[in-house]
């Protein structure tokens, strides 16, 4: 072992408790020194005891004590906020390690929709992240089943969890947008208003019937004809006639964020229907504390809020 050099101190000398460290953080993140000895498991003197131990290391005043109830000061607000995010990459870095040692193999739900627009063109980004999680994936079309917990660890679903004892988290809204390919606007008219729409150029999903009658009431346009149109059975049918340029179509707007930042569609209008459910993704409850599934499901969020 190297010879300390003459002079240095140890980094841990130089540093404050991680006891005063979680106290400071659970206080602040709370604003109460109940609720963050409530957390902790420990007395809400113990948190007061443990705060004021780091003051004194730091020698700065990190809350006001007000009559029932603490604030932090500006020099609070700014450690809290490191100390978060040090606690944050150290909690992600322990998860990875955990996960490397949990089942590998995740099975995962999807419905095809979300797995084909959006999920399955995200998956490089997983393995060069993520190498020690391999997925089997199943995409299935329709309302989700009742998953089997044995078949399944992790689901992403639009809407309500069919597991009544999971655990979902919102991925994003279900909001449905008029989408059309640049191919389809080449060499037409411009299309400034909804009631410009062409009528036999809607494009209709057949097990989303009812689509375009509320859209087209919602824009105000309801002159036009929402029984006419292009029919296809189903979303993905109808998503690839769009791109093809046959038509406008209304698609769910999270699910086609990389066409429409790459230009391979257009949104015609800003007006969402906003009725639909969210999408949710969640641990069976057999893997709600399996690290692999945590991990995956983080990543998920995290890919979710890139595109908002």
């Not at 460290?21 to 604003?31: D, S």
């Not at 679903?157 to 389809?184: E, I, M, N």
Request: proline share 7%; aromatic share 8%.
């Amino acid at each position: 072992m190297p010879a300390r050099r003459a002079g240095a101190t140890p980094i841990a000398s130089r540093l404050p408790s991680l006891r005063s460290l979680r106290a400071f953080e659970a206080a602040g993140r709370h604003l109460s020194f109940t609720a963050a000895a409530e957390e902790l498991g420990v007395t809400p003197g113990a948190i007061s005891h443990q705060i004021r131990q780091l003051e004194e290391f730091l020698g700065a005043r990190l809350f006001d004590r007000q009559h029932r109830e603490v604030v932090l000061t500006p020099q609070g607000q700014a450690y809290l906020r490191s100390v978060g995010e040090a606690f944050r990459r150290i909690e992600d870095d322990t998860r990875v390690l955990f996960a490397a040692n949990d089942l590998a193999m995740l099975r995962i739900y999807a419905s095809t929709n979300l797995a084909m627009r959006w999920l399955v063109p995200r998956l490089p980004r997983l393995a060069a992240r993520h190498p020690s999680i391999t997925l089997d994936l199943t995409a299935a079309s329709g309302p989700p089943p009742a998953l089997e917990p044995r078949c399944f660890d992790l689901a992403i679903t639009h809407g309500p969890a069919p597991l009544t004892k999971a655990k979902p988290a919102r991925l994003f809204d279900g909001r449905l947008v008029p989408v059309c390919s640049p191919r389809y606007l080449a060499g037409r008219p411009p299309i400034t208003r909804p009631s410009q729409l062409d009528p036999d150029s809607l494009i209709h999903a057949r097990k989303r019937k009812g689509d375009w009658r509320k859209w087209l009431r919602l824009a105000k346009a309801e002159s036009i004809d929402a029984g006419r149109g292009i029919k296809f059975d189903d979303m993905n049918l109808a998503y690839l006639a769009t791109v093809a340029g046959m038509g406008v179509m209304l698609f769910f707007a999270n699910l086609i964020a990389d066409d429409l930042r790459d230009g391979r569609l257009v949104m015609l209008f800003d007006q969402a229907l906003t009725e639909e459910p969210d999408w949710l993704v969640y641990a069976t409850p057999a893997r709600e504390r399996s690290a692999a599934a945590l991990l995956l499901r983080d990543w998920l969020l995290a890919e979710a809020q890139r595109d908002r």
